[in-house]
């Protein structure tokens, strides 16, 4: 209906907007650390290094870590849901390009010029352990918030079906919650499968998704024809 549609968009809203904020306050806490460092026992170490810029300054110049969340939105990271160890990954390249962004700056523009290279360095080290490990814990809280769960339909009631649930129930921080499978077989419709029902045909699925408040599906069917697939596609889409 027209009130679950705009459910579903408002909580996707409310998640993406709690993950950007918590991506911006795990960079700038990664950026402070990484000034103290610097600023404060490097310098008593090795006093040649000079003084460091105020930490605001380094905000400015850094056009208020913006460049670190452009990267992380095109890696798709609150657009997609990954396992953690796949969006790790993410993050170290989205990390990588922001941070070199930032030694750029460095050397092109003369107001960020005397920004502290061994900063920016310190920066990109702390944000590959520190990002995942928030962006983890900020999912759970989501998810007990009521903001992070996708209720999903699984198309595929056989093996391969089987072993995607138990992967989604492995990894709940993906936010996955079956509700039900969709298959073909009329040997398996109308049984249950991990305690949830098999329904179907696959040609009932925009019908299943209205009837059960589900918004995606998970294909679990890889002997499915192409041209069955893409015509799934459409029925969803449509």
């Known amino acids: 209906s027209h009130r679950t549609v705009l459910g579903f968009a408002w909580r996707s809203l ?19 650390v990484s000034w103290w460092v610097r600023s404060r026992p490097m310098l008593g170490v090795f006093p040649t290094l000079g003084p460091l810029l105020s930490f605001p ?12 969340l452009l990267a992380f939105a095109d890696a798709r990271l609150y657009t ?7 969006e790790t990954r993410d993050v170290l390249r989205a990390s990588t390009v922001a941070a070199l962004f930032a030694v750029f700056l460095s050397f092109a523009d003369h107001t960020a010029a005397s920004l502290s290279r061994l ?5 990109w080290l702390t944000t590959l352990v520190v990002i995942p490990i928030v962006r983890y814990n900020t999912k759970r809280l989501l998810l007990k ?14 093996e391969t079906g089987i072993q995607m649930y138990e992967r989604i129930h492995a990894n ?7 509700v039900a499978f969709v298959d073909d077989d009329l ?22 998704a209205q009837q059960l408040a589900v918004k995606d599906v998970v294909v679990a069917m890889p002997q499915l024809p192409r041209e069955r697939l893409l015509h799934l596609i459409s029925l969803c889409e449509g």
């Open 80 to 86: 997609q849901r990954k396992l953690f160890w796949g």
């Open 172 to 178: 709940p921080v993906l936010g996955y919650e079956p």
């Open 145 to 158: 918030a009521g903001v992070w769960g996708k209720r999903v339909l699984i198309v595929g009631a056989g």
């Open 57 to 68: 300054t380094y905000i400015v110049s850094l056009y208020g870590l913006v460049p670190w």
């Open 187 to 208: 040997g398996r419709r109308g049984t249950q499968q991990e305690g949830l029902p098999v329904c179907g045909p696959l040609d009932a699925i925009p019908q299943l």
């Open 119 to 123: 900063v920016i360095a310190g920066v």
């Open 14 to 32: 409310i998640a993406a907007g709690v993950l950007v904020c918590a991506d911006w306050l795990a960079v700038c806490g990664c950026l402070a």
